[in-house]
Structure formats: structure tokens, C-alpha cells
């Protein structure tokens, strides 16, 4: 299945995007929903919280008072951990047995409030973050809640601002027009993006465009990256050393809108171990073949590799598994960081870069054509290291 994680903060609209989504074919779990549902009346949740905390959160009719309970944990921080303790592994137990009942193909949107401040972005294929400019939240919030102003704004503060949602977002939606303007736009990420990556992930299929088309450079593709890699890291469950490598990793470069990636592997039998399997899950599948890098200098054997890709049509990703300390590994890390040194060296392997572009016709003779200059560029690039004392 492919789990999206949506997001927004208060007033943006989120509740209208997950309905449309459900609406399409998703099954949307809502964390707040369950959140209520693990400390309803009668549940093992909600006697925990009374012997934590005492009948003093209950209303009248023995339900939790949630606006006594905030009273009692806003400025209390330890008692704020006791009653995490006591409702997140609920709520995580709550919302894995949904996903486990979802059915084989589904796309499971998981509707978290919070997602960003608690860390999440990283479980999921996808993040979607739904954003709207402050004014019209506040418009919306007064309208729909009849929440005043200072109360609104509050509220709105409590929670991650703009900026940090952008970061962890891989889909922006903004919703400061009209209802139809946001079902268009959902309705577009669901036929374009969610359902072929979902079918993508089922089929362990990568994404590979065929032809080569540079474009400028993208002052968000070390904040696309830090995503990636943040779920590569999730998906390896060890301490494995990921890095930003090839041209989108050196500031300023035109480059093929694709996201290169280093991870590091002790060998390349842990490659073809369970790590290919949990990368493939995660959206990562492996390509199939046998994949090498050209040795520098020529003459020497392949430098063996594993290669996987993304599974999501919307952001293409080149995925390397080299072995730590390896020529191929160390070659990839020294590339990089000449070039980011080297003004130089930057601009001349631009203007190739472009001439090969406008010439080749796909990326394989793409590739194969920038071969001698990188020839001549490892051995600068080698005195350069020399010189500087660098290391990988």
C-alpha cells in the first residue's frame, strides 16, 4: 500500500482535503478521531487518565474534560509526559490496526494534526501538507468555529509555523481558493502522483526518465534530499551514512531533475540482503540488472555497485549502494565536493554539461559522452585533495 501522511495547520483546510481524498479511494485515518476514540468513556484509556490525574477531569456525565485536563498538563511538563504515556501508544496501536485491515493496492492517508512537531514525516512514502495564508485561516476559523481572534491566533501559534511544514512536505497544496479550486488540485495529485505511485510500490517499478533535460538550478533540492534521506534512514533501521551526491548536491550547477543519493553498506551482500527489501518498500525499489561505475583512471575493473530508484512519478531519485571505502564511494564524495570548491571546474563542467545535453539523445550516452573530462577532472580533483587534506 502507499501511506500518505497529510497535514496543516488549523483552519487551512486540511479536513476538506482528506474528505475529497476519501471521496477518490483513500482510506483516511484520522488521528484526531482516534485520539477521542482511545479515551472514550469506558475505555482502558480514559481509567488510566483518572487514576493519573483524578476524577477532576471528568465532566458531568463522566466523560474526559479536555479542557481540564489541558488546565492541568499546559504547564506541567511531567504531567504532560504521563498523559503522552498513557494516549500515544494507544493511539499508534489504533491506527497500525487500521492500516493492517486496509486492502492490498490501497492509498492510506493518515490525517495527523501534528505531524511535523512529533516527527512523523519520515514513516510515510509521501507528505502532504495542506497551507493557507494566515488571514484566510483566521477568516475561516471565526466562520466555521466561531473562534475569536486572540483565541484563533493562539491556536495557530501553538502549532509548527509555515516554514517548517514546507520542509517536510513533498506535496503543497494551497487552499486560499475556492472549494472547486482545491478538489481540481486534489483531484489532479490522485490521478497523476497517488495512484501511479501506489501501483509503482506494489510492483517494486522505479521511475527512470529516458531523455536528458537540464534544468536550473533548484535552490529546494538539499531540502528535497534531507526528506529522502531522513526516509531512506527510516527505512535502512541502522546507522548507515546517507549523502547528497552528483549535481544537485553542488550549489549553483544546472543538473537532470533527479535526486542522487549515496548510501553507504558494509558490503554489497548487506545490499542484497533484507535492506533491498525494505527500500523497495519504502519506495525505493531496486533496478534490475548489474550496475558499475567506470573506474578513474580507466583500465582497472568496474567499480560494482547496487542501483535503486523512486517509486514516485513525481520526484525521480538515482539511489547508490557502495561499499564504504571503495574507490566507486570515495570517487562520488571527492566529485562532489571539488566541484563545490572549485568555481572554476564548476563552470566548465556546466558548459559541457549543456552541450552534451543539447546533443545526446538519452541519458546513457548522455553519461558515457561526459566520461573523458571526468578523466581529466578526478586528477585535479585528486591534487585538489591532496593539497587540502580532505576526506570523505
Known amino acids: 500500500m502507499l501511506k500518505v501522511g497529510l497535514t496543516g495547520g488549523i483552519g487551512s483546510g486540511k479536513s476538506a482535503v482528506s474528505s475529497r481524498l476519501a471521496a477518490l479511494g483513500a482510506v483516511v485515518i484520522d488521528a484526531d478521531r482516534i485520539a477521542r476514540e482511545v479515551v472514550a468513556p469506558g475505555s482502558e484509556g480514559?481509567?488510566?487518565?483518572?487514576?493519573?490525574?483524578?476524577?477532576?477531569?471528568?465532566d458531568a456525565d463522566g466523560a474526559l474534560d479536555r479542557a481540564a485536563l489541558g488546565a492541568v498538563v499546559f504547564a506541567d511538563e511531567g504531567a504532560r509526559r504521563r498523559l503522552e504515556a498513557i494516549t500515544h501508544p494507544r493511539v499508534r496501536a489504533r491506527t497500525a490496526a487500521l492500516v493492517a485491515a486496509a486492502p492490498p493496492g490501497?492509498?492510506?492517508v493518515n490525517d495527523v494534526p501534528l505531524l511535523v512537531e512529533v516527527g512523523l514525516a519520515p514513516t510515510y512514502h509521501l507528505v502532504l501538507v495542506v497551507q493557507a495564508a494566515v488571514a484566510t485561516r483566521l477568516k475561516r476559523l471565526a466562520?466555521?468555529?466561531?473562534?475569536?481572534?486572540?483565541?484563533?491566533?493562539r491556536r495557530i501559534a501553538a502549532?509548527?509555523?509555515d516554514a517548517r511544514r514546507q520542509a517536510a512536505a513533498d506535496v503543497l497544496l494551497g487552499n486560499d481558493g475556492t472549494l472547486a479550486d482545491l478538489h481540481a488540485a486534489v483531484d489532479t495529485l490522485w490521478h497523476e502522483r497517488l495512484r501511479p505511485y501506489e501501483r509503482n510500490v506494489r510492483e517494486r517499478r522505479a521511475v527512470r526518465p529516458e531523455h536528458v533535460a537540464l534544468t536550473e538550478p533548484d535552490p529546494t533540492w538539499p531540502q528535497q534530499y534531507a526528506r529522502l534521506a531522513a526516509r531512506i534512514r527510516h527505512a535502512a533501521g541502522a546507522d548507515l551514512r546517507v549523502d547528497h551526491i552528483g549535481s544537485t548536491a553542488v550549489p549553483g550547477?544546472?543538473?537532470?531533475?533527479?535526486?542522487?543519493?549515496?548510501?553507504?553498506?558494509?558490503?554489497?551482500?548487506?545490499?542484497?540482503?533484507?535492506?533491498?527489501?525494505?527500500l523497495a518498500e519504502a519506495g525505493f525499489p531496486r533496478l534490475p540488472g548489474d550496475w558499475w561505475d567506470n573506474p578513474r583512471p580507466p583500465g582497472s575493473r568496474h567499480w560494482e555497485k547496487r542501483l535503486h530508484g523512486s517509486a514516485d512519478p513525481g520526484r525521480p531519485v538515482h539511489l547508490h549502494l557502495r561499499v564504504a571505502?571503495?574507490?566507486?564511494?570515495?570517487?562520488?564524495?571527492?566529485?562532489?565536493?571539488?566541484?563545490?570548491?572549485?568555481p572554476g571546474q564548476r563552470a566548465a563542467y556546466l558548459q559541457l554539461k549543456r552541450e552534451l545535453a543539447a546533443s545526446a539523445p538519452d541519458s546513457a550516452t548522455y553519461g558515457t559522452l561526459k566520461d573523458p573530462w571526468f578523466d581529466e577532472e578526478?586528477?585535479?580533483?585528486?591534487?585538489?585533495?591532496?593539497?587540502?587534506?580532505?576526506?570523505?
Open 378 to 392: 578526478h586528477l585535479r580533483a585528486e591534487e585538489w585533495a591532496a593539497q587540502t587534506g580532505w576526506r570523505p
Open 106 to 108: 490501497a492509498v492510506v
Open 143 to 153: 466562520r466555521d468555529r466561531g473562534m475569536d481572534r486572540a483565541e484563533a491566533e
Open 253 to 278: 550547477l544546472a543538473a537532470k531533475d533527479v535526486i542522487d543519493i549515496q548510501l553507504t553498506v558494509p558490503s554489497l551482500a548487506d545490499a542484497d540482503g533484507p535492506l533491498a527489501d525494505r
Open 46 to 58: 480514559l481509567a488510566e487518565i483518572v487514576a493519573a490525574f483524578s476524577d477532576r477531569v471528568l
Open 325 to 342: 571505502d571503495s574507490p566507486g564511494w570515495r570517487y562520488a564524495l571527492l566529485m562532489r565536493d571539488h566541484l563545490r570548491a572549485d
Open 159 to 161: 502549532q509548527a509555523d
